[in-house]
């Protein structure tokens, strides 16, 4: 899941409050406290944790801290690369930066109201794609931006592309003035920032022969391009009316209406007839075989809808033979359809060495063949017993259940222990969203109550908000553990399933009173 800032800790003028201090730190020393702000280094006012992290790399340092509403000026040497032992509430200090496109396939509008803020932060922060690996589309950049950029060296930067031709990319960011994508990630190579790429792929839409042209334009641009991650488009049934899909039109036009509108958003319509369309944008089009309007209505008019089996293979089609290719012509594969197509499909998942260093395992490209990989290593150093007779229940997506199959058969042959595959249907957000990662808490206890007591439930690690302790519907672990009856431990990859396992084997005859195990061991 990506970083999702708390607009209540983020206010220009505020300054970068700390969260904690590393005892024994220079922090610590000066007496620095949570709660604490961190206003300027070196005269210099902070806007986030890079500012502060650049301006930190000097021996002599003059720190103005606020201290319950009183600024004190500090004067330290100290070692170029002391931070002080400082951890920020947030990352960013003055504002975020947010976004003003309107993509059809955006999740935010296809989630109903009532859940919390940070889920409807419709963020597109350049220094989030820094920091966290947050995709952006780099159309919200102004000049300053762009000088801070080249002056800290803010990269790698991971950025959403979705096409490459010009229409077609200002019809998925549902705005007719979009910039150059592929000018301004050759600027960001100029500057010595290597870039990340994602194709968010609409059956229909961007696949096909415009994914192919995709794929070409952004492989000529090795070796700023590092990797092109292809993603499924994920819909929920708020994007349907009934069993119908909305066109790409009406998925646009949510963000129009008063109910998504916010200070960012773009007020020109890109049906409306004066909109700005960026004048290159219309030479590129003009010699094509129809212009701009044209190509509009064509396009979206087509229902935005999940992918199919033959579909998704489709797509892994046209990837392998770039991959080839690039790997002949630069030494890397660069191109990357992520895990669902493959589960989509049918089709076993790639080898390891294919992901050369899995760039973007985040973003799920990879991630199944690093737990299989995993998997297979770490499966014979499990425990042959657990000290009692245990029932675990294990839940996951309905898409993730075939590749948990053989860890659930294992766990099995250990004595003592039995455990229950549960896939989860997810009528939250409808039957269509089959990943863990958009489980809510009410979908899977309404799921493993069904299957009788248990003497402990695993839950996917990714169901959980960045922090490990939320689901999307506000769920905490210690909730469901209570609706259910039974501790319940959070896993992602086999090193935390093990440690779980071992636990049980470690246990006395005395039960303890609904624990909670949490193990959230972060893979790179």
């Given at each position: 899941m ?5 607009l ?7 300054g970068?409050?700390?969260?904690a201090v590393a ?5 610590a ?8 702000a961190?206003v300027?280094?070196?005269?210099l006012?902070m ?6 992290r650049f301006a930190?790399?000097?021996e ?5 801290v606020?201290?319950e509403g009183v600024e004190?000026?500090?004067q330290i040497?100290?070692e ?8 920020f509430?947030e990352?960013?200090?003055?504002r975020?930066?947010t ?8 999740f ?10 940070t889920?409807?932060?419709?963020d597109?922060?350049y ?7 947050n995709?952006?589309?780099l ?11 080249e002056?800290q ?6 950025v959403s592309?979705h ?6 990319r ?6 007719p003035d979009?910039?150059?994508?592929l000018g301004q ?5 100029e500057?010595g920032i290597?870039?990340?790429?994602q ?13 192919a ?8 641009l090795?070796p700023?391009v590092q990797?092109i991650?292809?993603?499924p488009v994920?819909?929920t049934r708020y994007?349907f009316?009934?069993k119908?899909?909305?066109?790409i039109?009406?998925a ?9 509108i916010?200070?960012?958003?773009e007020?020109?319509s890109i049906w409306?007839?004066d ?5 290159e ?13 044209a ?5 979206t008019?087509?229902e935005?809808?999940p992918?199919?089996s033959d ?6 089609d046209?990837c392998?033979?770039f991959q ?5 012509e ?5 191109v990357?359809?992520s895990?669902e ?6 089709r076993?998942?790639p080898?390891?060495a ?20 995993d998997w297979?290593e770490i499966?014979p150093?499990?425990p042959r ?5 245990t029932r675990?229940?294990l839940?996951c997506?309905t898409l993730?259940a ?5 860890v659930v058969?294992?766990?099995s042959q ?6 229950q595959?549960?896939p989860?249907s ?15 808490g009410?979908d899977?206890v309404?799921?493993l109550?069904?299957?009788g007591?248990?003497d402990l439930v695993m839950l996917?690690k990714?169901?959980?908000d960045h ?14 553990a209570?609706?259910l009856?039974a501790?319940?431990?959070i896993?992602?990859?086999p090193?935390?399933i093990?440690?779980?396992i071992?636990q049980?084997s470690?246990?006395r005859a ?15």
């Amino acid at each position: 899941m990506e970083y999702q800032p708390n607009l209540s800790n983020i206010k220009a003028g505020n300054g970068g409050v700390i969260q904690a201090v590393a005892p024994g730190s220079t922090g610590a020393r000066l007496g620095l406290q949570p709660g604490d702000a961190i206003v300027q280094v070196n005269g210099l006012t902070m806007r986030d944790v890079i500012d502060f992290r650049f301006a930190m790399t000097e021996e002599q340092t003059e720190l103005v801290v606020r201290q319950e509403g009183v600024e004190r000026t500090f004067q330290i040497t100290k070692e170029l690369d002391d931070m002080l032992g400082l951890d920020f509430i947030e990352p960013l200090f003055d504002r975020l930066r947010t976004c003003n496109n309107k993509c059809p396939f955006c999740f935010l509008t296809q989630m109903p109201k009532g859940f919390r803020k940070t889920l409807y932060l419709k963020d597109d922060d350049y220094r989030l794609s820094f920091l966290y690996g947050n995709f952006v589309t780099l159309t919200n950049l102004n000049d300053d931006d762009w000088r801070r950029i080249e002056e800290q060296r803010l990269g790698p930067m991971y950025v959403s592309v979705h096409a490459t031709d010009r229409t077609l990319r200002a019809i998925l960011l549902g705005k007719p003035d979009v910039p150059d994508v592929l000018g301004q990630i050759r600027r960001l190579g100029e500057l010595g920032i290597d870039v990340h790429t994602q194709v968010v792929a609409c059956p229909q839409v961007n696949d096909g022969a415009a994914l192919a042209q995709t794929i070409h334009e952004l492989g000529q641009l090795y070796p700023v391009v590092q990797s092109i991650a292809v993603v499924p488009v994920g819909l929920t049934r708020y994007r349907f009316e009934g069993k119908k899909p909305q066109t790409i039109k009406a998925a646009i036009r949510v963000h129009e209406t008063p109910e998504w509108i916010d200070t960012n958003w773009e007020r020109q319509s890109i049906w409306q007839e004066d909109a700005p369309v960026a004048t290159e944008l219309l030479q590129a089009v003009s010699e094509g075989d129809l212009g701009f309007c044209a190509r509009l209505g064509a396009t979206t008019d087509v229902e935005l809808r999940p992918y199919r089996s033959d579909e998704a293979a489709a797509v892994i089609d046209i990837c392998e033979p770039f991959q080839g290719y690039f790997t002949a012509e630069h030494g890397s594969v660069l191109v990357y359809p992520s895990d669902e197509f493959y589960l989509l499909a049918g089709r076993e998942q790639p080898q390891g060495a294919l992901y050369e260093g899995y760039d973007q395992l985040e973003n799920g490209v990879g991630l199944v063949r690093q737990f299989q990989d995993d998997w297979a290593e770490i499966a014979p150093t499990l425990p042959r017993q657990v000290d009692r007779p245990t029932r675990m229940l294990l839940a996951c997506g309905t898409l993730a259940a075939p590749v948990l199959q053989p860890v659930v058969e294992r766990l099995s042959q250990i004595e003592n222990l039995t455990v229950q595959l549960c896939p989860v249907s997810n009528t939250f957000f409808g039957e269509m969203v089959t990943v863990s990662g958009l489980l809510t808490g009410g979908d899977v206890v309404a799921e493993l109550l069904k299957h009788g007591p248990a003497d402990l439930v695993m839950l996917p690690k990714v169901m959980f908000d960045h922090g490990g302790t939320r689901t999307i519907d506000e769920w905490t672990v210690e909730r469901i553990a209570a609706e259910l009856g039974a501790p319940v431990a959070i896993a992602r990859m086999p090193d935390e399933i093990r440690r779980v396992i071992r636990q049980l084997s470690r246990q006395r005859a005395t039960r303890p009173r609904q624990p909670t195990y949490s193990v959230s061991s972060r893979s790179q």
